[in-house]
């Protein structure tokens, strides 16, 4: 099973700021990766797919990159409503997938 | 606009089973796979299992495999994941997602509870 890990688990920041949250896998994934936000209450939202392509109506201060085995999912400018739990997930395995641990985003 | 509809919250007794089900509308259901993932009270994300609305082929999480099975009703578009042998660390919302390459789009969840 690839395993997928997140860090931090917890990201301070302040709105406006820009928010790096990464994510590695423990074996090369080339780009089949995608990143999740989940609100308290809610289910995921996707963001992100094939490491940097942002889904449909995903605002463009979300970016993501990286390939292989490193990822990185970049907020710029936080908004109030950013802050929440961002998952990354591998799906090079298909359509067997595997989920870090997740990243709060707090203030 | 693709939606997934599941059906409610249970709570159920140790060693029973439950059986989700997940009304997929606003596309070809036939199309996409459905991926069951499941978190615990304040936990992460858990994928259980996928399973192709095309042909019913399924693939399982090694850690459910021989207590989960997901099947389809495309005459309904409908899916459904059943768990079996409850125990009370399976306490947590269940979710349905169309599976493309990724998760695009999930149902609202179905909280189960397991409880004595």
């Known amino acids: 099973e690839i395993v997928v890990t997140q860090f931090p688990a917890t990201l301070s920041v302040s709105p406006g700021e820009t928010a790096t949250l990464s994510c590695g896998a423990s074996?090369?994934?080339?780009?089949?990766v995608a990143w999740y936000q989940q609100k308290p209450g809610q289910a995921p939202r996707l963001l992100i797919y094939?490491?940097?392509t942002r889904a449909t109506g995903i605002p463009a201060r979300f970016s993501g990159s990286g390939s292989g085995t490193e990822f990185t999912l970049t907020i710029s400018s936080l908004q109030s409503e950013d802050f929440a739990v961002y998952y990354c997930?591998?799906?090079?395995?298909?359509?067997?997938?595997?989920f870090g641990g997740g990243t709060k985003v707090e203030i | 606009q693709a939606q997934l509809v599941q059906s409610g919250g249970e709570v159920k007794k140790p060693g029973a089973s439950v059986k989700v089900a997940c009304k997929a509308s606003g596309y070809i259901f036939n199309i996409y796979g459905i991926s069951w993932v499941r978190q615990a009270p304040g936990q992460g994300l858990e994928w259980m299992g996928w399973i192709s609305a095309y042909n019913g082929d399924t693939r399982y999480a090694q850690k459910f495999q021989g207590r989960v099975t997901v099947t389809t009703d495309t005459s309904t578009s409908t899916a459904y994941m059943e768990l079996r042998s409850l125990r009370f660390d399976d306490t947590a919302t269940y979710y349905c997602?169309?599976?493309?390459?990724?998760?695009?789009?999930w149902g609202q969840g179905t909280p189960v509870t397991v409880s004595s």
């Open positions: 997602t169309r599976a493309g390459d990724a998760l695009d789009y």
């Open positions: 094939g490491a940097s």
């Open positions: 074996q090369s994934v080339r780009n089949n």
């Open positions: 997930q591998q799906y090079d395995d298909w359509p067997a997938l595997t």
